[in-house]
């Protein structure tokens, strides 16, 4: 008998970095995240996404929290897409809040994401009028 082809038994991942896989698998033996994730918001995306394809709850909440903890007004428009693509309300509403800001709103409405919203994720740029419009009629 044929010894079975070892081609057949792999599973290619090629939309995930191999640093990213690498810091999951971590994660699933020692249930603790990187202590480098917390400098770089890219790699918490990546985790977070990975998290939410594979349904590692624990460590997409431990991401989302990181996320929040670096949200900015440069990267806001990028984690509020990742947070309604991954359905993560927790960190969509922190986004939403945080964009409410005056003072945030500001500095968000001159970013690339933010221009880009109109094409990219519309009903996202739709849902943050409302918000700023409820957020403005209740301080009236």
Not at 37 to 56: E, I, K, Q, S
Request: proline share 3%.
């Amino acid at each position: 008998m044929a010894e079975p082809d070892t081609m057949d038994h792999r599973v290619r991942m090629d939309d995930i970095h191999a640093h990213v896989f690498r810091s999951v698998l971590d994660f699933i033996y020692t249930d603790e995240l990187p202590e480098h994730l917390g400098n770089t918001t890219t790699m918490a995306w990546g985790m977070l996404a990975v998290a939410d394809r594979f349904g590692l709850e624990r460590m997409k909440a431990m991401c989302e929290n990181i996320l929040c903890e670096h949200v900015t007004a440069k990267n806001v428009v990028g984690t509020l897409k990742l947070a309604d693509r991954h359905l993560c309300q927790g960190l969509k509403d922190f986004c939403m809040e945080h964009i409410s800001q005056p003072h945030v709103l500001k500095e968000v409405v001159e970013t690339k994401g933010f221009k880009d919203l109109k094409t990219t994720c519309p009903s996202l740029l739709e849902e943050i009028i409302i918000k700023i419009s409820k957020l403005s009629s209740s301080d009236g």
